[in-house]
């Protein structure tokens, strides 16, 4: 998802220009930054709550460090893939249940 990131352009006279590269940072990592009042390190990770690169509100975003954040973004995987095969078996099982009901019907022709 890196790639979906917003970045955004800051002069050198910037005070979190440090965090920039060529002038280039990361809006997410920025809005951070300035909420927190200093520069990010580069051993801090900015996570999207909601798993959305773009939605750079300061209430979807929440400050970790690299391993804390490969858990979570393993959870949340882990969450999704869960629930995607919960709703394909949902669908599955439906059309098991009427794929039984047109043969019990069939059965009751014969």
Known sequence: MKCNYKMIYIPKEHPFYCMSSNGRVNEHR??????????????EVVHHKDSNPINNNLDNLFLTNSHDHYIITQRDTL?????????YLDKARIQLDELEKLHQELLSKV
Request: proline share 4%.
């Open 30 to 43: 920025l809005v951070m930054a300035e909420h927190l009042g200093r520069p990010l390190t580069s051993s």
């Open 79 to 87: 969450s999704r893939r869960i629930r995607k095969t919960k709703e």
